[in-house]
Each structure stands twice: as structure tokens, then as C-alpha cells.
């Protein structure tokens, strides 16, 4: 087994909370017929997929010697191992050992596979530990299952530790000075007055005093994989249907590095949704990416230490929380 | 180690080709509308065809093809 109950509650928080759901790559990063390696919650995993579409994950490590699967071939329904051919199903089970054929490791499931599943272009495993093989309950964001919403999914690959990138985004107030230079932040008071109020899926934190003007809410949604929901208005050239949301989530990649999935949406049919498409793709999309950006270098900007030497504000106690409850999971999770 | 192809920084994920200086003007017109003229799709059709910004056949928009034209750029 890959992920530990030993490791220390400092590594958890480092490289990524357990016994939840998190998204990995999007679903187009793995063809059909392929392999491919990824780095999640500190550990190096192998993405496997069919000729007909069914994913696998599994722990990149050849049950023999340790070599990566990845490296190995595809064939079909289960990856040989390049350095002596041992053969895996994606279940994890070995399946042939063509140098000694007979051979007791044949039969036996000695490779982690990961629960899957794919949701908006995205692919989200299941990281259990040894004591918490069973995936938890999965409730997926509303924005990407709801037919009268319409997204897009855009992912990008930070140099930031992961609770960077979600603290980033329960800190509304970063929208009116960091992305002040933008299409759609524009707008609205510097100053502003926060509070929390929480849900039974997490907690919001918003302004008190602004809402539908700039990035004056957010809302912390854990429901089997953490995620946050907000919205931002579009100027009047962004047409019908109102302010766009979005959803985000973050991969742990490892102690320093994450992966960002926002899927910009917005409440539109019909014209209006083929129309907000034409324009996301054609003109929004590189206007998001620039403000997207703009988050990106002030993140990877920050000291490795930044969280250890602090002076906090009011602003700052929507990430308080966040890392109060993160903190505890990880607590938790180490035994 | 490194992954080879860390890290993966795409401007652009949702087109399927560059954008034609004929879908440019469209959505760079279609903003201007947006702005002065409204959001309905009277005020569009109105907007568009005022700007002598027409249809990719050279003739005025109508509601139909205006839809039919966003839902083969959009959809
Ligand atoms: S290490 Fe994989 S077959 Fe030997
Ligand atoms: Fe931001």
C-alpha cells in the first residue's frame, strides 16, 4: 500500500490530505490506450485506460522490483513491466510473471488501485489509507452536474504548495488589489468587512458589505473532495446570463507543487449559452488566463515559510478556518 | 525528479482551432453590442446588423441564423 496512517500529520498537511477524493489530470490528459504518470498527494501513480475509455490508477511501482509501470507497456487490459515483464490487471493484481510462469506472486493483488472516477474533464481518485481502503462518499459540485450550467474547465500546473492554493481562494479580498489591472475585478470598495457563516457542507466567507461587485464571496465545500464555489461579475460585453462562478479544486502534486482545476461556469441556454461560449473561447478565456496568472506568480512568489511568519488581520479568518480544518484532518489521519 | 512535461501552462483549452478573423470581428462586435445596445437577442440582431456586421453568407442577420451561426461556434 502507497499512503501510510504512520506518516507524521506534518507530511499529510505537506503533500495532501487522505480518506478523501481528489482530482488528478484532466480525463484528456490519458487517451485511450494509454499510460501515464502523475505525482499525487507526494507519491508517484500510474493513469491507465482502455481502448474503450475505462481508467485505472494504480501505484507506479512494479510488485517485484519497484520499477515504474509506467515505463511499461500497454497491453489492452493490464501493463507489463518493462524491466522483466510482469504483467498487472488495473485491479493491482498480478496476472503472469512470463519468466517463471507458476510463479506465487501470480494471482495475488499486490499493487494499490485507486478508486476513479471522471466528472467535467477532470479525473478524481480516491486516496485511502491502509486503514481507509473504501472510497468515501462522493457528492460532485452542483455547478458541473446541473444541465442549466454550462463550464469549462481550465487546469494549470503550480510551483505551490497545495494549501496555497486553496487558502488563496477563501481570501476574497486579493480579487480587488492583485487582479485590480483586470477584465472583471475592477470594481468595488478596498476596504470590506468579512464574516463566516458556516453550511453543513463547509463555510462561507464573504463581504458584509458588497456582494455581486467583485470577488466578494466564497464558500468551502467538503463533500467528499474539498472544493469552493464563488462569483464574479462580467462587465456588459460578457452578455446574458450574469456573473460567472467557479469551481475550484487543487491536486497536492507534492510538498511544493499542485495543480489547479477551475472550471469557469455560468447559469446560461440556449443562444445565450452557445453565444458565452463562442465569446469564453474566442476572447474570455485568455483574459481569465491573464488573471489566473496574476495568481500564479504572487504564489510561487511567496517564501517555502510564509505561513510561519505572519501578522494576520480580519481579512484573513476565512483562512484561519480553512487551515484549522485542515490541520485537524491531517492530525487525525496520523496514528 | 521532474516530470518531463511539468508544468503544463495553456492559455487556451477550449478552442478547437484559432479563431478566424471572421469569428474575431464577430466576438469583438458582439461585445460592443453587448455594451451599448443590450442583452436580448432583438437588441443583438438589431446591434449586429447596424454595425454592417453580417452573416458569414453576406446577408443580415436574422434570429435563425444568428442561433444557428452561435451554435455551430459554440456548442
Ligand atoms: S521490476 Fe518489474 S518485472 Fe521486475
Ligand atoms: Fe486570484
Wanted: glycine share 8%; hydrophobic share 35%; with cysteine.
Amino acid at each position: 500500500m502507497t499512503l501510510s496512517c504512520h506518516d507524521t500529520a506534518e507530511h499529510i498537511y505537506a503533500t495532501g490530505l487522505r480518506n478523501q477524493w481528489h482530482p488528478v489530470v484532466p480525463s484528456s490528459f490519458v487517451a485511450p490506450g494509454a499510460l501515464r504518470k502523475v505525482t499525487a498527494l507526494g507519491e508517484q501513480w500510474l493513469l491507465f485506460r482502455r481502448a474503450d475509455g475505462t481508467l485505472a490508477m494504480l501505484d507506479d511501482r512494479c510488485p517485484h522490483r519497484g520499477a515504474p509501470l509506467s515505463l511499461g507497456k500497454h497491453l489492452g487490459d493490464r501493463v507489463a513491466c518493462w524491466y522483466h515483464g510482469v504483467e498487472v490487471t488495473t485491479d493491482g493484481t498480478v496476472c503472469a510473471v512470463p519468466g517463471l510462469p507458476g510463479c506465487n506472486l501470480e494471482g495475488k493483488k499486490l499493487v494499490t488501485s485507486l478508486p476513479v472516477q471522471e466528472a467535467g474533464g477532470a479525473i478524481l481518485a480516491y486516496f485511502g489509507d491502509e486503514e481507509h481502503p473504501e472510497p468515501a462518499e462522493l457528492t460532485l459540485p452542483g455547478p458541473l452536474t446541473d444541465p442549466g450550467t454550462d463550464a469549462f474547465l481550465c487546469y494549470a500546473e503550480w510551483n505551490v504548495p497545495w494549501r496555497y492554493a486553496v487558502e488563496n481562494l477563501l481570501d476574497p479580498m486579493h480579487g480587488a488589489f492583485l487582479h485590480h489591472e483586470s477584465h472583471s475585478m475592477y470594481d468595488g470598495d478596498t476596504t470590506a468587512k468579512f464574516r463566516i457563516r458556516e453550511t453543513d457542507r463547509g463555510y462561507f466567507f464573504e463581504k458584509t458589505d458588497q456582494r455581486g461587485v467583485n470577488f466578494d464571496w466564497v464558500e468551502l465545500c467538503r463533500t467528499g473532495v474539498d472544493w469552493v464555489d464563488l462569483e464574479i461579475p462580467y462587465p456588459p460585453s460578457g452578455g446574458p446570463g450574469g456573473p460567472f462562478g467557479i469551481v475550484g479544486m487543487v491536486c497536492p502534486v507534492d510538498e511544493r507543487r499542485c495543480g489547479v482545476f477551475f472550471w469557469r461556469y455560468r447559469r446560461v441556454q440556449d443562444w445565450q449559452r452557445d453565444t458565452w461560449r463562442f465569446l469564453y473561447r474566442t476572447l474570455i478565456e485568455q483574459r481569465h488566463w491573464e488573471v489566473l496568472e496574476q495568481d500564479r506568480v504572487m504564489l510561487e512568489a511567496l517564501p517555502a515559510d510564509a505561513d510561519q511568519r505572519e501578522n494576520l488581520y480580519q481579512h484573513d479568518l476565512g483562512v484561519v478556518r480553512l487551515r484549522r480544518l485542515f490541520r485537524a484532518d491531517a492530525e487525525a489521519q496520523h496514528h | 525528479m521532474p516530470d518531463a512535461t511539468w508544468p503544463y501552462l495553456d492559455a487556451h483549452q477550449s478552442r478547437t482551432h484559432e479563431p478566424t478573423p471572421y469569428e474575431d470581428k464577430l466576438a469583438a462586435t458582439l461585445e460592443e453590442v453587448f455594451t451599448e445596445d443590450g442583452h436580448e437577442l432583438t437588441d443583438v440582431i438589431r446591434g449586429l446588423n447596424a454595425r454592417q456586421v453580417h452573416a458569414p453568407d453576406g446577408a443580415p442577420w436574422t434570429e435563425e441564423s444568428f442561433r444557428a451561426e452561435m451554435h455551430r461556434l459554440g456548442a
